[in-house]
């Protein structure tokens, strides 16, 4: 059976993970599409710019999103744990009809966030029906499982990830970004060896997962989004490994979406654009 | 049923692709095993550095294998088609107990072995049982369909892989090297994805997959050598895609092998080090 489409009834709103770099996207179509999903010339997006050190961030979105016909945006200026206990915030957060989460240090954002009501909120309002997009570090923070560091350019190996709590909008997944462009797959496959019962979620720059709440992701961008299944693999030398040493992971499963494709969590079978009915007629991926 | 060991009686000798830069391995590990399996003290190595431009190439990898106990070692010093008429080479040749096809690039060394006798030596005495080993462009020329051109870190995408014929030692895979430290995969799925049949073999730096008569495949060095499978993809947008377009590609099977891993090209199930029993109580990967 296809996964539903996005249009269909909404039960949480949207989780959508975004690579970094999505300006560059001609007609930016995944801000529209963010802005379409809070509303159009009705929404009331509220944008965190904790994540980024510059004072422009903020006002740079409220351009953005206004330029594409957002009915209302405003920022919270949060650049300390103090700063959340504003209650005019807390207001913003409940008149909230989108969240937008930027770049910039994803620690920056868990500290100062984690375990304050802005936090809260923000699952709050998205288990009510409101869209959450992130990108870059807002993108990592959304998993329940943050990736904070690791270099690219390397296998997976020993060491070659550390995670941190993230905010956890969604917990099946563990999501990295500026994916192919800095080579994250390394580190994404030892972070997924880590307990196989989660799925590797690499997203490229320019590109966005947009996650339905009935956990099928489609994807929209110029790049990839990158699916990882450890569930199945037969072998993993994680537990063994020396320091620095690289890892086997042996019957891994992979799915690598372009645009328009969609993957569902709960299956963890992918499906093309526009194509319920091929893919209905075919066995399961790999089964 | 495991994989066979090394020790097991040859047919067809190895074929040793090489990810480059093996030499930085402690001990040369690489190098040292394919100079036993060339008969160490009563090896005659054959050195083919034809790729390189330098003159330094041959007599480099002379002293290299002869200070690993190497009984002879010469090199054919053939940089045009012409000085592979030279019946002194193909003497040579016949006497070889292993050859070892240097880095340099790959079109230059199918540009002028292609069609040659030294070319066609090389398939008979591997044929006969001669290891053959080749390092960066020497392990590309090996496959039969060649990766000649497309840039790291990019997806895969419509035109970001380009193929030559190889000399053809083995046609079950496509070989890329400098595999993750140039982060070549998306090169490699979108050539896995011009026909599924073959297998993409993606070579890391210092280190090697020595593919024994049996088709089985050992990793030996510090890398990881990453198989990929298409044969089962459910779905491919190689035949539809734009200029540049970056591709999917569903249901993708993904092997990492480190040091000791095996994998057969003819089931396509990898095995973790030593451990045949754990492997065969197992149902093949992902079935």
């Given at each position: 059976m296809g996964p539903n489409s996005l249009a269909d009834e909404r039960d949480r709103g949207f989780i959508i993970p975004i690579g970094g770099g999505?300006?560059?996207?001609k007609e930016m179509q995944i801000h529209r599409r963010f802005v379409e999903l809070s509303g159009g010339e009705n929404a009331d997006i509220v944008v965190i710019p904790?994540?980024?050190?510059?004072?422009?961030t903020g006002p740079d979105y409220n351009r953005i999103f206004s330029n594409l016909g957002a009915g209302k945006v405003e920022f919270l200026p949060i650049?300390?744990?103090?700063?959340?206990?504003?209650p005019e915030y807390s207001k913003m957060l409940d008149n909230a009809t989108g969240i937008f989460i930027t770049g910039g240090n994803q620690l920056r954002l868990s500290a100062i966030l984690g375990g304050t009501f802005v936090a809260t909120k923000i699952m709050q309002r998205n288990a009510e029906g409101v869209p959450v997009a992130g990108t870059s570090a807002g993108a990592s923070i959304m998993s329940e499982h943050m990736v904070t560091g690791g270099q690219g350019?390397?296998?997976?190996?020993?060491?070659?990830v550390t995670l941190a709590p993230g905010?956890?909008?969604?917990?099946t997944v563990i999501i990295d970004q500026h994916f192919t462009q800095r080579n994250r797959l390394g580190r994404l496959l030892t972070a997924s060896s880590f307990n196989p019962s989660l799925i590797g979620l690499g997203i490229d720059e320019d590109t966005a997962a947009f996650i339905g709440p009935d956990n099928v992701l489609e994807v929209v961008g110029s790049g990839t989004v990158t699916m990882v299944d450890?569930?199945?693999?037969?072998?993993?030398?994680i537990w063994a490994a020396k320091p620095g040493e690289a890892l086997s992971l042996l019957g891994l499963r992979l799915d690598i979406l372009g645009e328009g494709c969609r993957y569902d969590l709960n299956t963890r079978i992918g499906f093309p654009p526009e194509d319920h009915l091929l893919v209905s007629t075919l066995p399961a991926p790999l089964s």
């Open positions: 999505e300006d560059r996207l904790t994540a980024s050190m510059l004072d422009k650049s300390r744990r103090s700063d959340c206990e504003n350019n390397e296998p997976p190996a020993e060491g070659a905010i956890g909008l969604i917990n450890a569930s199945r693999i037969t072998h993993s030398s």
